[in-house]
């Protein structure tokens, strides 16, 4: 390559810039072919937009190299599988709204496998394929909103692993995709928006599950108030679930809490309380605020730190169980059913805000201290770090003001002469401001000077001298510039007696 690269640059019939621009290419690792950018698009870096240019293509040319291409406002009507004919190995996000896009075919983004952001939306799509994402496993933003989807087909978004947020706002969805939650979609979805379709129904222990770790957005759908979405929106409203605050005008079910009639018979003295079980034992908790037992088959939602059950999604093979009256069973517990529970239904009225649903269910042993707090406290908590870090801080400003306050001062001893309680080298710090004004004078604001040690003889009738004659002393001489070194000897004669 390097002979190639001379033997052009040394002919005279080369144009200098073409020269240049050849020989920066090279150094960047880009093939030659790599700076050409098609007619109509903005080439910088490795960002490429062709957004605007009437495309109904994706142009040949286009430089692989790119890690961001912006494709929008073109006039796209179709993804094939050979749509982009050559690997973009680098690229990452990859953006197609605003086109005519009625049909993306299955494994169409196989050259791009990198792609951390797709956006499709505001295109006519009504239905989504089973494979069309096939290969996007590090994808993690997926925008579909303003489109016309009405079906989602299974396996449409198996293998999106890493998938986080889902934009599906704006479409004809009339039920929430299955194919989310099956097993084979994304592993840690946070955020989920459906809002503005038309879904009349939903499943409720499902959207329980997925806003433990995100956020859902449902409103403007006309859904269908039951008991159970009547016991989902008031256990949201008392967690102040954020897509529920913001947008409360646009759900059902504000005023309809009479009408249903199915809220069970509350016992204001049943509270939510705190039970410690040792592994293997089976225990039974009702749900806090009702009484036991409530009416029969309730819409009734537990949802326990591994899992959201309900009556009707019984799983014989587990042993946590909700029974017909809505009791929580649980045989043979295990240590990992640790933690808190709610129990998630209808009532008559909203949530105290001050009150907690929450059961804690500790299994296995635990500090006595830890336990009696749990057994006697009707909303115990857990003993934590916080405060721990908190307890710590307090213990070290005990310390801290013992020290500064009660430590000895023993330089008060003798206000006549020297201190003979304190030895020859002191730190006058304790001492009272008019105690003293006779044997050192503040200099520049400062009350700690620090003296030379003294040799104390045997007869302590005897007068002692001071080595420094502070009535005398300048600011130069003992505290130069504000300060002075510690265990700095003074020896200006001037200053000794």
Known sequence: MRPIVLHLLSRSSVNPTAAAALLLSLCLGFPPCALTCPPGCICASDIISCSG?????????????????????????????DWIRRPFDRLTALLVGRNRIVQIEAKAFAATPHLLHLDLSSNKLSVLNSSIF???????????????????NPNSFSGLRSLVKLYLSGNRLTSLPVSLWDGGGPLNLTFLDVSANRLASVHVDTLLSLSQHGGIYLQGNPL??????????????????RPLVDFKDDYPCRDDVAKLNCSLDEEMSSEAGSYRVDPGEWLWLTCPGFASPPMKDPAVFWVTPTAVLN??????????????????????????????YVCVVARGHPYDLDASPEVNVVVGNVSSVVASGLAHGGGGEHFNTAFTTLASCVVSIILVLLYLYLTPCRCRENRGGASGGCGGRALILCSDPREVESGQRRSNGKRVAFLEPQVEDGDSAGAKSPVINTSHATTEGILKNGSRTVGQTLTDTALMV
């Open 224 to 241: 269908t108030c039951d008991c159970s979405l009547l016991a989902l929106l008031q256990y949201w409203a008392w967690k102040q679930y």
């Open 311 to 340: 009556l009707s999604a019984h799983d014989p093979n587990t042993h946590l169980a909700v029974l017909p009256n809505g009791t929580l069973e649980i045989r043979g517990a295990l240590v990992e059913d640790s933690g808190a």
């Open 134 to 152: 096939t290969g996007l496993t590090e994808l993690r933003e997926l925008l579909l909103f303003g489109n016309q989807i009405a079906q989602i």
């Open 53 to 81: 240019c009437n495309l109904s293509a994706l142009p040949p040319d286009l430089p692989d190299y790119a890690t961001r291409l912006d494709l929008s406002h073109n006039s796209l009507t179709a993804l094939p599988t």
